[in-house]
């Protein structure tokens, strides 16, 4: 991750009564075994808390993935850890090899850690 990027979080004015955002964005990454680049789609859905995730931040934040290579199980753990928000489902979408791949974690605990599907789409 590129030095000075965090996820960034704005108060939010108004009610305190959760409200659920989803957050739809194009990505792309190097594929860690063929020197190709994957263009997919990420999908952040989180409920906030008087506070809400900057957009800025995380544009950029997604911009750093571009020219690193990365499976797409470990780009959904990755974005999701550095939101760092108890709440909050990470998604990708991706075209490889000629199948739709579609990786998601989840905010269920297994042994303290996150679970993550990964499985090709019919």
């Known amino acids: ?5 965090r996820s960034t979080v704005a108060a939010v004015s108004g009610p305190i009564e959760p409200v659920r955002v989803e957050i739809v964005a194009p990505v792309r990454k190097r594929c860690p075994f063929r020197d190709e680049i994957d263009w997919g789609e990420v999908t952040i859905t989180y409920e906030t808390n008087a506070t809400a995730i900057e957009l800025h931040s995380l544009a950029a934040y ?3 993935f571009t020219d690193r290579p990365m499976s797409h199980e470990d780009f959904v753990v990755e974005v999701r850890l550095w939101l760092d928000r108890p ?3 990470v998604s990708s979408r991706w075209t490889t090899a000629g199948m739709e791949v579609e990786c998601s974690t989840s905010p269920t605990r297994r042994a303290g850690k996150s679970v993550t599907r990964c499985s090709p789409e019919s």
């Open 1 to 5: 991750m590129k030095e000075g990027l």
């Open 62 to 64: 997604l911009a750093t």
């Open 87 to 89: 709440s909050v489902e």
